[in-house]
């Protein structure tokens, strides 16, 4: 019984959430995530100005969903689901899109003003929006948003970081005590210097990570009709893909969704946090970038992830090789012995942006829980977390973020579908 549970809160009923959401904002929107990806991609020449602009805030958003599930989460999605799976990371992507948006400019619009800073998110449009009988949501949804940020936001980056360096105790306790001191000098400076800083990281770990797959994916380019195939094929028959390894088109549209919501956070709500603290951000305008992150983090990133690996003709053993040994040896297909040192350094540059990004939001909900006294008790515990992440069994560090990510989900959909005319009208709005 007690699986069936957390198997409905983590992931079944928040894909059915997300499709149902995502589906209907889409049709009355009338596809807003297509009339205006253009306009998404011109919303970046607007990132000029002090504090927080849009661009850190996008980039402090990002930087919290690009994390370590855009390498180890997309290699476990092709050795659990096989390649089929990523065409349903595409789907929910696709879907994300007007809900991430929709979550932004909700946050930007019901925001409020805490001393000189703007602070927003589902917590706050709960209280904000909500007839007074719910608005106790906001208290659980921070509740429950503060125990995401240590374990979706933290713990799993970091353990999914040291997991693909090394199996040696003492090396993991080494890298995670390292990452903890990172992160605490970082977070020390508040929120506008950790924006800043994610938007000085961020541009240049995806450019790197995105020639390192480029390389791969140019030099096997005769194999990329045949790794779309199997996309295509292996998403309705994953047998004639897997060779019967993987049999249920369920398992494949489970795997693919929900890894594809757990990289790139729409629904999550998350977004609308880091959005909201923005001083010059207007509801429709914000919105845009919700386009642009999930285009970035899924449809581009998780992407070329996938086609690495299927284009370099590495087999995968599937339900068997760790995924991180899966990404390792489709890049030493070109860099060599190299590429673990290589992936190395890039999933704990990953891990750690991500863990950055992930405390702005752990700022926010403390505070709104605690007042000025928690957000500095939470700075003061919140790296101890990589330690504890570095060292814990996966296993139970991931079972725990999934259960804490799929009950924000669940929240934050309901209240999209219930505040669904004010965002109608706030994707109208110019």
């Given at each position: 019984m007690l699986d069936f549970v957390l198997?409905?809160?983590?992931?079944?009923?928040?894909?059915?959430?997300?499709?149902?959401?995502?589906?209907?904002?889409?049709?009355?929107?009338?596809c807003f995530q297509l009339r205006y990806f253009g306009d998404s991609m011109k919303a970046l020449k607007g990132v000029k100005g002090g504090g927080i602009n849009s661009f850190s805030a996008m980039c402090n958003s990002l930087s919290a969903a690009l994390g370590t599930g855009n390498i180890v989460g997309v290699a476990a999605a092709l050795s659990t689901g096989g390649a089929g799976a990523v065409f349903w990371m595409w789907i929910s992507a696709f879907l994300g899109m007007i809900i991430k948006s929709a979550e932004i400019a909700l946050g930007v619009f019901y925001r409020s003003k805490n001393n000189e800073n703007f602070i927003g998110g589902p917590h706050v449009y709960i209280k904000n929006a909500m007839p007074h009988k719910v608005q106790f949501l906001s208290l659980f949804f921070a509740f429950w948003g503060l125990l995401a940020?240590?374990?979706?936001?933290?713990?799993?980056?970091?353990?999914?970081?040291?997991s693909g360096i090394s199996k040696s105790f003492n090396m993991r306790f080494l890298i995670g005590t390292l990452s903890a001191v990172i992160v605490f000098f970082i977070i020390c400076g508040g929120i506008s210097k950790i924006a800043d800083f994610l938007s000085?990281?961020?541009?240049?770990?995806?450019?790197?990570?995105?020639?390192?797959?480029?390389g791969i994916i140019l030099k096997n380019y005769t194999a990329l009709p045949q790794a779309f195939e199997s996309i295509l094929v292996g998403a309705f028959s994953p047998k004639a893909v897997t060779g019967g390894a993987v049999g249920s088109i369920l398992t494949v549209i489970s795997v693919g969704a929900s890894k594809g919501i757990f990289s790139n956070e729409a629904g999550v709500g998350t977004a609308a946090i880091a959005h909201s603290s923005v001083n010059t951000a207007k509801p429709f305008s914000q919105s845009?970038?919700?386009i642009f992150e999930v285009f970035v983090d899924t449809i581009l990133l998780c992407t070329l992830t996938a086609l690495t690996i299927l284009t370099s003709g590495v087999i995968i053993d599937y339900n068997k090789a760790p995924a991180s040994t899966l990404t390792i040896s489709a890049l030493s297909t070109l860099y060599?012995?190299?590429?673990?040192?290589?992936?190395?350094?890039?999933?704990l540059l990953f891990a750690v942006s991500s863990v950055i990004g992930w405390a702005t939001y752990g700022i926010n909900f403390s505070e709104f829980l605690f007042g000025t006294n928690g957000k500095k008790v939470f700075i003061i515990i919140y790296p101890f977390f990589c330690i504890a992440g570095s060292v814990l069994s996966a296993s139970l560090v991931w079972k725990l973020a999934e259960l804490f990510n799929g009950i924000l989900v669940i929240i934050n959909l309901l209240i999209l579908i219930f505040l669904s005319k004010k965002v109608l009208w706030l994707l109208k709005e110019k």
């Open positions: 198997t409905l809160v983590s992931g079944s009923l928040p894909f059915c959430l997300t499709v149902l959401t995502g589906g209907y904002f889409t049709f009355k929107t009338r940020t240590f374990f979706c936001g933290n713990m799993t980056q970091i353990n999914s970081a040291v000085r990281l961020l541009p240049c770990m995806a450019t790197i990570y995105i020639l390192l797959c480029l845009l970038y919700g060599g012995n190299a590429s673990g040192y290589i992936l190395s350094a890039i999933l």
